[in-house]
């Protein structure tokens, strides 16, 4: 059950004609039960996951993962792009080649995005069970993405569509150490390639394919292609990112002490994949997130069940960049934590 009559500006203020969803009137029945004008959409498909693994030697194992994976569909609030869009069939000049082919309809709904992964890894230990050598070599193909679509003047409200096709390769590793008694260093890293491999097919209503380049919006500024630019990375996805600690372990007395140092790098990614929208100057909102890299440290003394220790975060007091977005209509950035040093006490309660 819903309804299409919402509160907004006061329906019964500014219409008085609106129907009114408190009273079940026969003549606005079309209007306050949804249901009756199945708009209801359903979607089914099978997914599965397969695993095959082979331990190669005691300490050596190989494994091959195929899985696949899905995000459910969903509803707009229009199945318009508004007044003046240049995607709709009005009496506008920016709107001509739309009402020559009865503009773009984005629908109602839209479906599931399908993702589809493939991974060979492996895990192993050598020297003894001194090292441990672990990884994986992946491929993603994300198919029929959901992408937002928010750029005004060409979309009033916000819509959601099925867009086109990603793919992302990319490998990690992870390796454990144990150089000497109560040393070890640990350290990790992956590289990821992402990119729009197909684009999405904008037709008319005739099916007729929409020429971007020959749009423009009521205020005559340049309509970008919604397909997308083929080879265009995904957002939030640095191409490399890597880790690595040392810590050194002692025993003295009767106290177990220890030590320990890290260092975190990500490079260069994209706050989102939305080209369209622009701020008030005109520039791009797909801001880009410069490379960072952080230091980590901190020292315990423990004895029994209680342990003491003093850690620092971000200890070079780094102004990482972690996300940006437009939403407020200004730039907003959301940093890492600034430099912080604590002191910290744990104590393990053990049952009987």
Not at 65 to 82: D, I
Not at 215 to 240: C, E, H, I
Request: a neutral charge.
């Amino acid at each position: 059950m819903g309804s299409t009559v919402g509160s907004f500006g006061c329906e019964h203020i500014n219409f008085p004609n609106a129907p009114n969803p408190c009273v079940n009137e026969p003549n606005y029945k079309e209007f306050i039960n949804l249901n009756a004008l199945h708009l209801d959409r359903t979607f089914s498909a099978f997914r599965s996951r397969a695993n095959l693994s082979w331990k190669v030697t005691y300490d050596a194992l190989l494994y091959y993962t195929w899985s696949q994976g899905f995000r459910a569909g969903g509803f707009n609030r229009s199945a318009s792009c508004g007044c003046g869009s240049p995607l709709t069939s009005g009496p506008y000049p920016n709107e001509a080649q739309a009402r020559e082919h009865g503009g773009w309809n984005p629908g109602l709904a839209f479906a599931p995005d399908t993702l589809t992964n493939n991974e060979l890894g492996w895990k192993s230990t050598w020297l003894d069970r001194r090292l441990q050598w672990d990884g994986a070599i992946y491929q993603e193909d994300w198919n029929h993405a959901q992408i937002s679509l928010n750029a005004p003047g060409i979309v009033d409200l916000s819509l959601f569509i099925n867009g086109g096709n990603y793919r992302v390769r990319g490998i990690e590793t992870s390796l454990i150490a144990r150089l000497a008694s109560g040393l070890s260093i640990e350290a990790g890293g992956a590289w990821d390639h992402s990119e729009l491999v197909k684009q999405r097919s904008f037709l008319w209503t005739d099916g007729t394919p929409i020429d971007f380049s020959a749009l423009q919006t009521f205020n005559k500024t340049k309509v970008p292609d919604l397909r997308g630019v083929l080879g265009s990375p995904l957002a939030g996805a640095p191409p490399l990112q890597g880790n690595i600690r040392a810590r050194y372990d002692l025993a003295f007395n009767g106290y177990d002490a220890f030590g320990q140092i890290g260092v975190v790098h990500q490079a260069h990614s994209l706050s989102t994949t939305d080209q369209l929208t622009h701020d008030l100057r005109g520039n791009s909102t797909a801001y880009g997130l410069p490379a960072f890299t952080t230091l980590d440290g901190a020292f315990g003394v423990g004895k029994d069940a209680w342990l003491v220790q003093i850690y620092g975060e971000n200890l070079t007091d780094t102004r990482a960049q972690l996300f940006a977005n437009y939403s407020q209509y200004y730039k907003a950035i959301t940093v890492n934590r600034p430099r912080t040093i604590g002191l910290r006490f744990s104590y393990r309660f053990r049952g009987k």
